[in-house]
Nanobody, 114 residues
Framework: VQLVESGGGLVQAGESLRLSCTAS??????MAWYRQAPGKERELVAR???????VYAESVKGRFSISTINAKNTVTLRMDDLEPEDTAVYYC???????????WGQGTQVTVSS
């Protein structure tokens, strides 16, 4: 599985950004976005299952929205009301059915200035 990400950039606090990711390959059961800030561990931001069930980190609930186009293995993360604490490298991931192994994208930088 290969993942190609797009989006990201530099915005001011309160603004919005959208990240997109498309995965090659078949049998994908969920896609997700993680992020890693300098000096911190990588953390889950949101995951979307093919059942359309989604889970979010508490810190982004109500501000971020994850959506997928299952037929195209594409996941989008809409990020509203961005905060400086959201600054990180954002990584797209995909999992195949029956596996907990993540395939990763190359990462895209999101920087939010105050």
């Amino acid at each position: 599985v290969q993942l190609v990400e797009s989006g990201g950039g530099l915005v001011q606090a309160g603004e919005s950004l959208r990240l997109s990711c498309t995965a090659s390959g078949s049998g994908i059961s969920s896609m997700a976005w993680y992020r890693q800030a300098p000096g911190k561990e990588r953390e889950l931001v949101a995951r979307r299952f093919t059942s359309r069930h989604s889970v979010y980190a508490e810190s982004v609930k109500g501000r971020f929205s994850i959506s997928t186009i299952n037929a195209k293995n594409t996941v989008t993360l809409r990020m509203d009301d961005l905060e400086p604490e959201d600054t990180a490298v954002y990584y797209c991931s995909a999992r195949r059915a029956g596996s907990s192994m993540d395939y990763w994208g190359q990462g895209t930088q999101v920087t939010v200035s105050s």
